[in-house]
């Protein structure tokens, strides 16, 4: 082969070499279609819209890398976002317009157990897997073989809150439940009351408001008149937190909070005042525990849209449960990626998760993750103390079901 003939090869071995080496340079063949069904308006929506630019940052940067390989083809990631105003018949016309015309096999979502009923047989029916949040038992089992919930609910959470509360609160004895009465809200009453119990807790009052309710005072005035040491809201929504602590402390409450539910601090403070929300406690990665992962993600979050969002780690791992679930399948066939994520473990901005919990639903489909002791401190969450997902799991299997011994 003549001089010229091995210069031209070589040059373009370089090239082919190069475009290896950056996968940015690789053009996805296929196209990877997720729907995500989240409330971005109403009482949800303060949760809804982290999950949107939480999946739009990792469509950015997935489809920057060339996309995923999945069957030995690129593929590059489109969502598609539907809002269901965190309701049941708006989450229906959501799952419906997704998985009919839009014809997609994946859905992140949704956060309401409402919306999850609303359209739970229609994903079962056609195949789709799901990855949301809800709080509801009844949307997890072996009758829902479609649906996974990353993340801990009340079942889980609510052990680990009435334990370290306990421990480092004794002062506090008499605790106040306050809900939606739909059925998150009554099913979060049901775990708060169990763990509450179990580690020596006087359940005052258990109490439900409507959705779309505004004005709380008529409530917590009956709340505040039996004088509780605490108010656990639950699984409130977001934008209902923040007006019962508001109103609840405008009636002389001096008491601690908690909820099951995570809040966005700048926005709890804003509205409720940075002195009323005080003292709140719930489960969130916060400083001076934040992982090296998390604070290189907040770079990138905060470059990406000018702030951060505290709730951003956990809304993400919805999203990236899912797509973790389709890498380790190597598959677009949800069956198969179904197969795969039951029992699954990976890795999250705030540590190691697993899918698991047979011994409460019958399916190794919820999540187990590292709980965050966290209160707001001066308008800022600060962390108390964490506790890996080895410890959640043993606390979850011994305190998540069975009832207390009568006393």
């Known amino acids: 082969m003549g001089k010229k003939k091995w210069l031209v090869l070589a040059v373009t071995l370089i090239g082919l070499v190069a475009l290896t080496a950056h996968p940015s340079h690789l053009q996805a063949q296929e196209t990877l279609k997720i729907g995500m069904v989240a409330p971005f308006s109403g009482p949800g929506a303060p949760w809804g819209v982290v999950w949107k630019k939480t999946a739009t940052l990792e469509q950015e940067k997935i489809n920057a890398a060339g996309g995923l390989l999945i069957g030995g083809k690129r593929h590059k990631v489109e969502f598609i976002f539907e809002d269901d105003k965190y309701s049941g018949a708006a989450g229906r016309m959501a799952a419906e317009k997704l998985i009919f015309k839009d014809k997609v096999k ?23 897997t799901v990855c949301g949040d809800t709080y509801a038992r009844v949307v997890m089992g072996p009758d829902h073989p479609d649906f996974f919930r990353p993340s801990v609910t009340g079942v889980e959470q609510a052990p680990c809150y009435y334990k370290i509360m306990s421990e480092r609160y004794p002062q506090i004895k008499k605790v106040a439940i306050i809900n939606r009465s739909d059925v998150t809200g009554k099913e979060s009453v049901k775990d708060s009351r169990r763990s509450a119990k179990y580690f020596g807790f006087q359940i005052l009052t258990e109490e439900f408001y409507e959705p779309g309710t505004k004005d ?11 004088a509780p040491d605490m108010i656990d809201f639950g699984s409130s929504s977001a934008g209902d937190i923040f007006l019962m602590v508001k109103q609840a402390r405008e009636l002389g409450f001096t008491g601690k909070t908690m909820s099951l539910a995570l809040i966005p601090v700048k926005e709890f403070c804003a509205v409720a005042g940075k002195k009323n929300a005080e003292g709140h406690t719930y489960n969130v990665m916060a400083p001076p525990f934040m992982t090296p992962a998390a604070l290189e993600y907040e770079k990138e979050y905060v470059k990406r849209f000018g702030e951060w969002d505290e709730y951003a ?7 990236n449960a899912l797509i973790q679930g389709i890498i380790k399948a190597n598959s677009m066939d949800p069956l198969q990626v179904r197969k795969t ?34 209160e707001v401190r001066n308008g800022e969450n600060v962390c108390l103390e964490v506790k890996d997902v080895r410890w959640v799991e043993a606390l979850t299997k011994k305190y998540g079901e069975e009832a207390p011994p009568e006393k």
């Open 106 to 128: 994946f859905i992140v979502g949704p956060i309401s157990s409402a919306s999850r009923q609303a359209w739970q047989e229609i994903s079962k029916a056609n195949n789709v």
């Open 216 to 226: 709380f005072y008529p409530l917590l005035t009956r709340v505040l008149a039996r």
């Open 313 to 319: 780690p956990k809304a993400r791992a919805y999203t």
């Open 341 to 374: 994520m039951a029992g699954m473990e990976w890795e999250e901005l705030d540590g190691i998760y697993k899918f698991t919990c047979q011994w409460t639903y019958g399916i190794d489909h919820q999540g187990l993750s590292p709980f965050y002791f966290t």
